[in-house]
């Protein structure tokens, strides 16, 4: 089994080096753009494969309190540089194994994170995703369903991903990208998925390093 749960952070790395990022895209998008505009709550967010940074910024200027975790060290360094002081929020390690707290973040946002795993990895994401975020928490942000002749990025249908998540959420919401980057043109749909969680004693393994 390959070491990491995707195609590695020396990929990424050397692309992030040479500016060849098709899926960077250079802000924000407007459906995240809609969502903060009527999600005034204060909370925890966490970004996987949070990359440039662009998210960490637009949440935290709604109020939230953000963090970002990525494996790519050129992507952490550049988020760094692009976020100011806000580049402490950047945490450079692996998202499957980076000590984070159990239940305690209210928004887990998914942007060209899930499409990069390969899909032997994607119930590992799920079962993740499910112990970090909140009870009630939501998982949202734009989902990958191709189709992909030659990935990464790795698509995966409506079906997959319902029966990825369906043990742990329910989607309330899915809706149309209109502003899609090339790479994802036609085959990207945003969408909110609510935790249906209520565990007890949340946080009482979590290790002694955790954010």
């Known amino acids: 089994m390959d070491e990491f749960p995707s195609i590695g952070p020396e990929f990424f790395d050397v692309r992030y080096a040479a500016g060849k990022m098709p899926w960077d895209f250079g802000g924000v998008p407007k459906s995240l753009k809609a969502f903060l505009d009527t999600h005034h709550e204060s909370g925890r967010v966490l970004i996987p494969g949070s990359g440039s940074g662009y998210e960490i910024e637009a949440f935290s200027s709604s109020g939230w309190d953000v963090i970002g975790i990525d494996f790519s060290r050129v992507a952490v360094a550049r988020a760094r540089g692009l976020l100011g002081p806000l580049g402490s929020k950047v945490y450079e390690g692996d998202f499957f194994t980076y000590p984070l707290r159990e239940g305690s973040f ?26 970090l975020v909140a009870p009630a928490g939501l998982l949202c942000g734009f989902f990958f369903l191709g189709p992909e002749e030659e990935p990464p990025p790795w ?57």
Do not use: M
Request: glycine content about 6%; some cysteine; proline content about 5%.
């Open 106 to 131: 209210d928004i887990i946002y998914e942007r060209t994170f899930l499409c990069t795993l390969l899909p032997d990895f994607w119930p590992r994401y799920a079962q993740r995703i499910a112990k």
């Open 155 to 211: 698509p995966i249908t409506q079906y997959q991903l319902g029966e990825l998540l369906g043990s742990w959420f329910e989607k309330i919401e899915d809706n149309e990208v209109e502003d899609s980057l090339p790479l994802y043109a036609g085959k990207e749909r945003w969408q909110i998925w609510r935790s249906r969680q209520q565990r007890v004693g949340i946080g009482e393994k979590s290790l002694a390093r955790s954010v």
